[in-house]
C-alpha cells in the first residue's frame, strides 16, 4: 500500500471505474482513505504507462 503521508499522491479507482488522483491532506485525510480502501469502495490504480512521443 502507498504511503499516506501528508502531501502524497495516489492514483485510485472509485466505486464506479473511473480513475482519479487524490492528495493526502485536506479535504481527504490519511484515515478516511485508508477507510475508503479498506471497505473496497476505492482501490489502487495500476501505475501510469509511459507514452512514446
Do not use: D
Not at 485536506?26 to 473496497?40: D, H, N, V
Request: net charge positive; no cysteine; aromatic share 8%.
Amino acid at each position: 500500500m502507498s504511503e499516506l503521508t501528508p502531501g502524497a499522491t495516489l492514483r485510485l479507482i472509485g466505486a464506479a471505474g473511473a480513475l482519479f488522483v487524490v492528495t493526502v491532506g485536506k479535504p481527504f485525510s490519511a484515515e478516511y482513505i485508508s477507510a475508503q480502501i479498506g471497505s473496497g469502495e476505492w482501490k489502487h490504480a495500476p501505475k501510469a504507462r509511459k507514452r512514446n512521443a
